[in-house]
């Protein structure tokens, strides 16, 4: 019997134009009044989960989320901490210098504010042009900060480091971005133009596993990115959106529609009528 349905939310819980569909929305909806709880399971922050959590009315029925890939676990209703690791300050300055060498920018969150060192620097091209910053910043509520060097200024712990660039230039260096970290961190795409850093272990899986009061197979999960595939190998049943890499629907148990197309909707009327 599934209990828990978890979502990831970019390509898979939003279609396109970033919404919730009226028919997933619904479906959702009914699966809370029958007692079954969602999870919110992104590399997003707290903060840039909370508009789908109020959307789909999670806060009146214990929603969880799984922020930054797996590094923070929390209850959207009582704000209760259920799993929280985040890389220290010693890492997270070495990732930062390394980076200097390549052409990404890196961003890093700490209260109200996203810092970075160049917010002009701020478009990639997926083809169309897209300013990553402007999304950012006003999909999960924080106001953007520059500062001259990253690696100096920083004097907090985080549970990730995003960085974005050109899809064709991540893809050339992303494994000299990650190498000498290889041992210490998790590094990963969570979208073609998005590389993150973690700490060593983290993932959504992993996260799950460590806080939630559900077995495996009382979960359903849905995901789209590499990011996703540790959720969806844990899960009872995983689906993978039809708009999904071919390595995350390689694992999948079911590949459904795509999030143009209510593939949660689908999938959900199919398996549980």
């Not at 930062?96 to 969150?109: A, E, S, W």
């Not at 700490?199 to 197979?217: L, M, N, R, T, V």
């Not at 209510?262 to 199919?270: C, R, T």
């Amino acid at each position: 019997m599934i209990k828990v349905i978890l979502l990831d939310i970019d390509g898979t819980l939003t279609n396109s134009k970033k919404e919730i569909s009226p028919r997933t929305k619904e479906a959702l909806l009914k699966a809370q009044e029958q007692g079954i709880t969602l999870a919110l399971c992104s590399g997003r922050t707290d903060n840039g989960l909370m508009r789908y959590a109020k959307e789909l009315d999670m806060i009146h029925h214990n929603g969880l989320f799984v922020c930054f890939n797996g590094g923070k676990v929390m209850n959207c209703q009582t704000n209760e901490v259920l799993f929280n690791q985040t890389m220290n300050i010693q890492t997270i300055k070495a990732i930062l210098n390394h980076l200097k060498q390549f052409d990404v920018q890196p961003v890093i969150t700490n209260g109200k504010y996203m810092y970075v060192t160049d917010v002009f620097k701020n478009e990639i091209h997926v083809p169309e042009t897209f300013n990553v910053l402007q999304y950012e910043s006003r999909s999960n509520g924080y106001l953007l900060c520059e500062v001259d060097d990253l690696a100096e200024f920083v004097d907090f712990e985080v549970n990730k480091i995003l960085t974005y660039g050109e899809p064709e230039y991540l893809k050339e260096h992303y494994l000299e971005m990650s190498e000498p970290f290889k041992d210490t961190l998790n590094s990963m795409f969570t979208a073609p133009f998005y590389f993150e850093y973690t700490d060593k272990g983290i993932d959504k899986a992993k996260a799950i596993q460590e806080s939630f009061p559900f077995k495996p197979e009382e979960m359903i999960a849905f995901g789209d990115a590499q990011n996703d595939i540790s959720m969806l190998s844990y899960a009872g049943i995983g689906v993978a959106m039809a708009n999904a890499t071919d390595e995350t629907k390689a694992i999948a148990d079911f590949i459904t529609k795509s999030n143009d197309e209510d593939g949660i909707a689908y999938a959900l009327e199919k398996f549980y009528k």
